[in-house]
């Protein structure tokens, strides 16, 4: 394995109990850190203690969100190895948001080497209680000190690592869905299939108004003909209608989800039928009212696999499967962290176990 | 004049040559913070030296891009006196962004008073040469230390100077757009009229397309039907057909610009025919063909006023009045930079005097 300059903290945290794991307010002891200069390329990769990054107030990022990440989870197996889901489909997606917003790419093994290194490092970290994980979040930062709109010359990546419990405080129980007509995620020509800040900034005000509704998440529908379901700014989605499972095509404005296609390959394992094709809100909001609309879920890697158990549009709830979690909505959250957790086959080769770092 | 705690930098920065002025490369001395927490509102205004923030890499900001800026220009006339240039309306207009966004709005006044105090005590930075200036870069970011994705709790505004030549290279020569079919910027029901960083890095590929096709700046058209005329990122367009001049409409995907706003005032103080209508790239693509395209121009507060030479569409590109700039071009960017400097009236009150703080 890779080895990097490593400086290890003098002043572990104390750890929360994994019954206490919420997403994302804690961080690990060390952070991974590797910078880009025009002309020199990617270089000094290190590991430090977590802490606070020194940044000039007129670096672009700030002003121009220059921004891309990724996440991915490592999984403490009940044979007590930790694996990684997807390593390598994850770094492959990092390195194209990085194109798409005109950032440089890193070698892919680079990225898992940093994976592996610093996860091994804290290893400790990784929670035990079925249902939690550490969370890993790979970024890249444009660190160009300078106002001019422009693609940066300077980078930025970094590593960061947070143990975490259920993305939803509903765990896995059905949630509240409102696809939205007045706000607009992304549209096609804009940054939609990228993993980058600008997607989510602008989906904070439609969550603000689905929240003020009663509604757990949005469901963004299309900038062109606001009719055909995007995705839900944390989760692709997914519907079953009558025997069939259809989900929105990869055409440039929606997230290629590691979740989302490893869900697509187990249902296609399993003989379902199974269909990438646009989806109208008006089929599915008819599909809900005459019953054919059997289950209905979001795939995101924070929150696995996530049932709809109320979808909203335009003043109107259906209610979906009784408001109950499904019977293929939980064989795939089964499957998935069987495998995730080494409970199961891996027969796609999704896992890959992290050497631990003795210290 | 409203009073903050300062601390003066004791490591004062060699000023650049007025003539060595790029756009945004320099910082000043001093920068403006303040702090805001749900609960406690904004609080601890301070001034600075200069210098980086300590920001944790979980810092919301990095990841989901919840920030808004302005930019505005403070001139030294030629009787010596720092004016600004709209500072309300600017202050406003920051307003509006944090609105959209999700983010605190701060009171005008205090906004205002950050101008005079920053602009005041770092007056010696106030470039003398004409065509130079100081640009105001006010800004908000998301301070919360959480990987979960959710409008901030905490932010930090704060306020940087930079002493500015001119934004293109080629000063008020007149510039190559491209008009892009491949590329949006905006939609309806997206963050298109907020001056946050999502607007700007969607913009990052267009530029540079267009800069590998030799022209200057990307011309953004509409993101559902790709043919009304929307705007050039870090510009407004205006273009003159005929008698008439027309500019896109503030419809949700346009940013309300200020040298905008001031040239339609001044156009319909001076009696012209001026429309706020949406325009297809068609239409201006025949008037230049035809040679009724008189004159286009970009306005924003970087540039001032910048004539369009050549558009490009397509393949095909347009010259549009022999590739000078004409004659209204040069009426609007004369007017507007004799009242930023003090060499002609103000009759709207547009400008306002910063008093210098003697040390």
């Known amino acids: 394995m890779a080895s990097f300059p490593t400086t290890r903290t003098t002043t572990p945290k104390q750890k929360p109990a994994d019954d206490a794991l919420a997403f994302g307010r804690v961080l690990t002891d060390h952070m991974f850190l590797m910078d880009y200069t025009d002309g020199e390329g990617w270089h000094s990769p290190r590991i430090l203690p977590h802490g606070p990054l020194s940044l000039d107030p007129a670096t672009t990022v700030l002003h121009y969100g220059q921004a891309i990440f990724d996440g991915l989870k490592a999984f403490r197996g009940a044979d007590g190895q930790i694996r990684l889901f997807r390593a390598d489909r994850h770094a492959q997606r990092f390195n194209r948001s990085a194109k798409l ?31 939690t994980s550490l969370y890993l979040r790979p970024t890249i930062i444009a660190t160009d000190v300078m106002l001019g709109v422009h693609p940066s010359h300077s980078y930025l990546y970094f590593l960061i690592l947070s143990p ?50 009663g509604y757990t998440q949005v469901l963004y529908l299309d900038g062109v003909h606001r009719k055909y379901l995007d995705e839900v700014g944390t989760m692709n989605i997914m519907v079953k209608i009558g025997d069939e ?25 399993w003989g379902l039928k199974v269909t ?27 929150a696995v696999v996530s049932p709809v158990g109320t979808l ?41 176990v992290v050497p631990e770092v003795r210290g």
């Open 164 to 213: 975490v419990g259920s993305y939803y405080r509903e765990g896995v129980k059905p949630v509240r869905i409102l696809a939205t007509d007045s706000h607009v995620r992304a549209v096609k020509g804009g940054t939609g299939e990228a993993k980058t800040a600008a997607n989510y900034a602008q989906s904070l005000a439609g969550q603000r108004d689905a929240e003020a509704a």
């Open 312 to 352: 909203g549009y335009q003043g109107e709830d259906v209610t979906i499967n009784g408001g109950q979690t499904g019977a293929l909505t939980q064989k795939l959250y089964d499957a998935i962290t069987a495998i995730q957790y080494g409970r199961s086959n891996d027969p796609h080769g999704w896992t890959s």
């Open 245 to 269: 499972v259809i989900t929105p095509p990869l055409a440039g404005t929606i997230l290629d989800g590691v979740t989302r296609a490893s869900a697509l390959e187990l249902m296609r394992d």
């Open 276 to 302: 990438e094709r646009p989806i109208t809100i008006d089929e599915v909001m008819q599909a809900g009212r005459d019953g054919s609309l059997q289950e209905m879920w979001g795939t995101g890697t924070a």
């Open 101 to 131: 917003m005109c950032m440089p790419e890193l070698p892919v093994d680079v990225i898992r080497q940093s994976f592996d290194a610093l996860v091994g490092l804290d290893a400790d970290w990784v929670p035990r209680k079925p249902g």
